[in-house]
């Protein structure tokens, strides 16, 4: 689970969510992962097609195991 000092202002971040899943068309669980990612400047791993696309457009190195 993510440390309850990560959401440190959920005011804030409840607005940030509901942006973010609006602008990448993501549900609520796949958007907490991308929001966090980028207010930490961390790299996200998934397979997940939607969170991927996202996650690129966002500017965020992603992880895979691609063997590409």
């Known amino acids: 689970s993510i ?8 005011g804030l971040q409840n607005t940030r969510l509901f942006t973010l899943a609006t602008q990448y068309g993501l549900s609520a669980y796949d958007t ?3 929001e966090l990612a980028l207010r930490r400047g961390l790299p996200l791993a998934c397979q997940d ?4 696309t996202a ?6 190195f992603w992880l895979s195991d691609d063997k590409a």
Do not use: C, D, I, M
Not at 3 to 10: I, Q
Not at 55 to 60: D, M, P, T, V
């Open 3 to 10: 440390p309850n000092r990560a959401f440190s202002n959920p």
């Open 32 to 34: 907490t992962y991308l």
């Open 49 to 52: 097609g939607g969170l991927r």
């Open 55 to 60: 996650a690129e457009k966002a500017g965020l």
